[in-house]
């Protein structure tokens, strides 16, 4: 007969026996394993270094991670010059700015905005979604209603150079995204602080000359971003309908808590993609973890993925991401 005590028992032993790490142990895992006094900064792309350095500042004048994560991603939202986030993102097919963007704090309450028009700092007003509302997600004319009643001023996002960008296309009004362009895409920051407590943020103003009112990953919490202060957190970059899909951010996140390593489940949520979209070949998807522990990894299904780590006020670089196609 099957005794289930005795299992147990017969288990502990042979795994005490063969020195295996218990499946949350400090090898596997970040469970019980807090570092203290050191931050970790992680964020996507190249832009990701401006956001990390931001973010460290805000840190180290005694800010919050909250206030660190929100900080961090302000920083492309408000550059003209980047064409995938806030201020100059490239619009849809209607010539519309709508940006997404969402937040999450160590104790797990968020915020997210989807389709919002006219405001240059998106993150800033799902925070304030977070903190100030009973919701998690508000879109369209509403977050906008809600910006403007919370004191956003309301600004023309289009830039002359994103104008440009929109009235070239409407030549051939060819829909085709391109893989890594300009080496830009959605920002996702992940941040620690010096207590161990994890945040993150994502914001962007997705994919250009997309169909008015579509919204990709980026703002909904558990695809574009999730963190369990417990385990770790995790954001996503690229095609946002493959990351929804597989509510790629949780699932990575999941992984980490069965005990894989940050960039094995990273590289895990990417091969589910690849079972689940026949059209893998022409997208790119990138995804990030870090740890509670504060390891960190990166996976991308193309190559040409980077992201920016950050671990002390002079160690902030650029890392190539590992990939599954060449």
Same mark, same amino acid.
């Given at each position: 007969?099957?005794?289930?005590?005795?299992?147990?028992?017969?288990?502990?032993?042979?795994?005490?026996?063969?020195?295996?790490?218990?499946?949350?142990?400090?090898?596997?895992?970040?469970?019980?394993?807090?570092?203290?006094?050191?931050?970790?900064?992680?964020?996507?792309?190249?832009?990701?270094?401006?956001?990390?350095?931001?973010?460290?500042?805000?840190?180290?004048?005694?800010?919050?991670?909250?206030?660190?994560?929100?900080?961090?991603?302000?920083?492309?939202?408000?550059?003209?010059?980047?064409?995938?986030?806030?201020?100059?993102?490239?619009?849809?097919?209607?010539?519309?700015?709508?940006?997404?963007?969402?937040?999450?704090?160590?104790?797990?309450?968020?915020?997210?905005?989807?389709?919002?028009?006219?405001?240059?700092?998106?993150?800033?007003?799902?925070?304030?979604?977070?903190?100030?509302?009973?919701?998690?997600?508000?879109?369209?004319?509403?977050?906008?209603?809600?910006?403007?009643?919370?004191?956003?001023?309301?600004?023309?996002?289009?830039?002359?150079?994103?104008?440009?960008?929109?009235?070239?296309?409407?030549?051939?009004?060819?829909?085709?995204?391109?893989?890594?362009?300009? %080496?830009?895409?959605? +920002? !996702?920051? /992940? =941040?620690?602080?010096?207590? @161990?407590?994890?945040? #993150?943020?994502?914001?962007?103003? $997705?994919?250009?000359?997309?169909?008015?009112?579509?919204?990709?990953?980026?703002?909904?919490?558990?695809?574009?971003?999730?963190?369990?202060?417990?385990?770790?957190?995790?954001?996503?970059?690229?095609?946002?309908?493959?990351?929804?899909?597989?509510?790629?951010?949780?699932?990575?996140?999941?992984?980490?808590?069965?005990?894989?390593?940050?960039?094995?489940?990273?590289?895990?949520?990417?091969?589910?993609?690849?079972?689940?979209?026949?059209?893998? %070949?022409?997208?790119? +998807? !990138?995804? /990030? =973890?870090?740890?509670?522990? @504060?390891?960190?990894? #990166?996976?991308?299904?193309?190559? $040409?993925?980077?992201?920016?780590?950050?671990?002390?006020?002079?160690?902030?670089?650029?890392?190539?991401?590992?990939?599954?196609?060449?």
């Amino acid at each position: 007969m099957f005794n289930r005590r005795s299992f147990i028992k017969k288990s502990a032993l042979f795994t005490s026996v063969l020195g295996l790490q218990p499946l949350f142990g400090k090898a596997n895992s970040s469970v019980g394993f807090v570092p203290q006094g050191k931050p970790t900064l992680l964020a996507t792309w190249n832009h990701g270094l401006q956001a990390n350095a931001a973010a460290w500042q805000v840190l180290q004048s005694g800010g919050s991670i909250v206030d660190a994560v929100e900080a961090g991603v302000r920083v492309p939202e408000s550059d003209p010059e980047n064409t995938s986030v806030g201020l100059g993102g490239l619009p849809d097919r209607d010539g519309r700015v709508t940006l997404d963007a969402c937040i999450m704090e160590p104790g797990g309450n968020c915020g997210g905005v989807a389709g919002l028009e006219y405001i240059e700092n998106p993150i800033s007003v799902a925070r304030k979604v977070m903190t100030e509302t009973p919701h998690v997600l508000l879109v369209g004319d509403g977050a906008l209603q809600f910006a403007l009643e919370q004191g956003f001023t309301r600004k023309n996002l289009l830039t002359p150079k994103a104008e440009q960008a929109w009235k070239e296309w409407q030549k051939t009004s060819e829909y085709k995204p391109i893989i890594n362009i300009e %080496n830009h895409d959605t +920002i !996702g920051l /992940l =941040a620690q602080d010096a207590h @161990g407590n994890l945040a #993150g943020a994502c914001t962007t103003s $997705g994919l250009a000359f997309k169909m008015h009112g579509r919204v990709g990953d980026s703002p909904i919490i558990g695809a574009g971003l999730f963190v369990d202060n417990e385990i770790g957190g995790a954001t996503a970059t690229g095609m946002g309908e493959a990351v929804l899909k597989i509510a790629g951010s949780h699932t990575v996140v999941e992984l980490m808590r069965q005990g894989y390593a940050p960039e094995e489940a990273c590289k895990e949520a990417v091969k589910r993609i690849i079972k689940k979209d026949p059209n893998y %070949n022409n997208i790119q +998807i !990138g995804f /990030l =973890a870090l740890r509670k522990d @504060g390891a960190t990894g #990166g996976f991308a299904l193309q190559k $040409g993925f980077n992201y920016a780590l950050m671990i002390s006020a002079n160690q902030n670089k650029l890392v190539d991401a590992s990939y599954m196609l060449s």
